[in-house]
């Protein structure tokens, strides 16, 4: 790939994560309410809704499930993508660089056979 599309790609990927994520935080801030499950626990979560209907403490709006599992555990995801990229990129840098040496110590195999100097 050419490095100027590299580069331009990376930054605005950078740039869309960085919104997404301060996105999140105005919704956490914004929209932040808890629910009461069947069993007794509460489930703490943020996704926009109409606040004028609902004052209680604990929301009466219903989720399944999932919708509750999801929204719960939304923001894990991009901690998991971060660790992905950075895992990632390790693992690119360490590539190049056993490749690299291979590369290398072949050519120095090459060039040197194992013979003495000549005597002068």
Do not use: W
Not at 15 to 44: A, E, P, Q, R, Y
Not at 59 to 76: A, D, G, P, R, V
């Amino acid at each position: 790939m050419n490095p100027f599309v590299k580069n331009i790609t990376r930054k605005v990927a950078i740039i869309c994560m960085i919104g997404i994520i301060g996105l999140l935080t105005i919704n956490n801030v914004m929209f932040l309410h808890s629910h009461k499950l069947d069993n007794g626990n509460f489930v703490t979560h943020a996704h926009p809704y109409d606040k004028s209907n609902d004052s209680a403490p604990i929301k009466s709006h219903h989720h399944s499930k999932t919708e509750l599992i999801f929204l719960e555990n939304l923001q894990l995801l991009f901690i998991f993508i971060l660790i992905l990229f950075i895992v990632l990129d390790v693992a690119k840098k360490k590539s190049h660089f056993l490749i690299d040496r291979v590369f290398y110590t072949q050519g120095y195999e090459i060039l040197y056979l194992g013979r003495a100097p000549p005597l002068v």
